[in-house]
């Protein structure tokens, strides 16, 4: 199991089951009243986050893309439903150990109290048997700390219509001028010489006619598909700004003693 530092790290990354689907986004973390180490994580889940589930930590460890927890997708989308308040009732979390089949301890402080998340506001109201806002020193040695949070901008894509082109061919006309070789006939006087000439020719008027033929251009149409058209698209890649505003935390150190006395004065 990764320690507690590496499990707040994956506060708003996603979250993996036990075979590597994708289950949610870490929120919050919760840990025990006794040890101060992170028991649960609860996990938004469903569409745009609208459910949170809780997750034992039991087995889970941080890794470069999330937190990767010990339970199937399914069984954690069926946890029992409860609100993220910052802290677990002894009821609640038994009734989380039933339903993830671990074995319950006690968790329990002299107060009664339960488990405290360890991310929520420190002046939720919790008493001195939770650690609400703060995480007990492993060695006892007293030392208090708070976790500081702050959103980080979370940039991705999708893909939307942006408009329709339609391919659409019509009928136009224009004039074509095509160069046609023609013939014609025409007469021309030929003379040929008689040798020996006949004698009794006879001297009179005579006809013979000849006949003129010429090529004339023919028009005719026909139609023949000339290219093939069509439209294809292609991803241009291009990079865009996007910027919004985000939240952090600040830590400020305040001598509650130096208040109570200037206050007197």
């Not at 959103?151 to 391919?167: D, I, N, P, S, W």
Request: hydrophobic share 30%.
């Amino acid at each position: 199991m990764s320690t507690a530092q590496e499990l707040e790290r994956t506060i708003g990354q996603d979250v993996y089951d036990v075979e590597g689907q994708k289950v949610g986004t870490a929120a919050n973390l919760y840990a025990s009243d006794l040890s101060g180490e992170p028991e649960w994580v609860t996990v938004k889940t469903g569409l745009f986050g609208s459910k949170e589930s809780f997750v034992p930590l039991a087995g889970a460890h941080a890794e470069a893309d999330g937190l990767h927890v010990g339970a199937p997708k399914d069984l954690i989308k069926d946890a029992p439903r409860i609100d993220d308040q910052g802290h677990l009732s002894e009821a609640e979390a038994a009734e989380l150990y039933r339903h993830y089949n671990l074995r319950s301890t006690p968790r329990n402080t002299p107060d009664g109290r339960g488990m405290a998340g360890l991310n929520q506001d420190a002046a939720a109201g919790q008493g001195p048997g939770t650690t609400a806002g703060k995480a007990k020193d492993r060695k006892g040695a007293g030392r208090e700390e708070l976790i500081r949070s702050e959103e980080r901008l979370r940039a991705g894509t999708e893909t939307v219509e942006t408009g329709k082109v339609r391919l659409h061919k019509r009928v136009v006309t224009e004039d074509q001028q095509v160069t046609v070789p023609v013939s014609h006939e025409e007469v021309r006087v030929v003379r040929e010489p008689i040798q020996d000439g006949r004698h009794g020719a006879e001297i009179g008027d005579q006809d013979v006619e000849v006949t003129l033929h010429e090529e004339r251009p023919v028009v005719a149409k026909e139609t023949v598909a000339v290219e093939r058209v069509g439209l294809d698209t292609e991803t241009v890649r291009e990079e865009q700004q996007v910027h919004d505003k985000v939240r952090k935390e600040q830590v400020e150190v305040v001598d509650v003693d130096a208040d109570a006395k200037h206050r007197k004065h």
